[in-house]
Antibody
């Protein structure tokens, strides 16, 4: 059974960084690309970026270019998404999602990141 | 970046109604469009991919159509479980983008 299990909720201060993990089970991570999507409180879905989990190639939304880094550790079957220089605008639920073809398919449960002083 | 515009933003309907949600892309995306269903407090679920392919697990009352810049999601006969928020998503070219969402409410 394919499952993505994300790390737990985080509370960070403005200016800090956060790294969210996404552990895949039921399949080999490097067989499917991984997307990262976030959703602010009461807001819509926002595509952040993507990683080819085989080659490590990444693509990012222009909004997050330079501030977001997506990586993977194939030995741990886990993908990661790090956001630096956090502000209150980054308070959101962050999702990883395995690619279905090229679109997000199976989603993780989400990780709430709260940025507050 | 390709902009995705959904209409309406909110839709009030009754059980048994036929409803249609529209998604327009700012440039052609061929058929590289997906639809997602999201319920409060839950992760989104892939509903339709490649504009018209129904994801397994969803009933046939859901259908998608369109190509190029205009797409529709149709629910043939609304059921109580269908009241949710629906998002379109283009994956024709990076950076991928989502529509702003359509909240389907009970009338």
């Amino acid at each position: 059974q394919v499952q993505l299990v994300q790390s737990g909720a985080e509370v960070k201060k403005p200016g800090a960084s956060v790294k969210v993990s996404c552990e895949a089970s039921g399949y080999t991570l490097s067989s499917y690309a991984m997307h990262w999507v976030r959703q602010g409180p009461g807001q819509g879905l926002e595509w952040m970026g993507w990683i080819n989990t085989d080659s490590g190639d990444t693509k990012y939304s222009r909004k997050f270019q330079g501030r977001v880094t997506i990586t993977r550790d194939t030995s741990a079957n886990t993908a990661y998404m790090e956001v630096t220089s956090l502000t209150s605008e980054d308070t959101a639920v962050y999702y990883c999602a395995r690619a279905h073809g090229d679109s997000p398919g199976v989603w993780g449960q989400g990780t709430l990141v709260t940025v507050s002083s | 970046d390709i902009q995705m515009t959904q209409s309406p933003s909110t839709l009030s309907a009754s059980v048994g109604d036929r409803v249609t949600i529209t998604c327009r892309a700012s440039q052609s995306i061929s058929r590289w469009l997906a639809w997602y269903q999201q319920k409060p407090g839950k992760a989104p679920k892939l509903l339709i991919y490649e504009a018209s392919s129904l994801q397994s697990g969803f009933p046939s009352r859901f259908s998608g159509s369109g190509s190029g810049t205009e797409f529709t999601l149709t629910i043939a006969s609304l059921q109580p479980d269908d009241f949710a928020t629906y998002y379109c998503h283009q994956y024709n070219s990076f950076p991928y983008t989502f529509g702003q969402g359509t909240k389907l409410e009970i009338k």
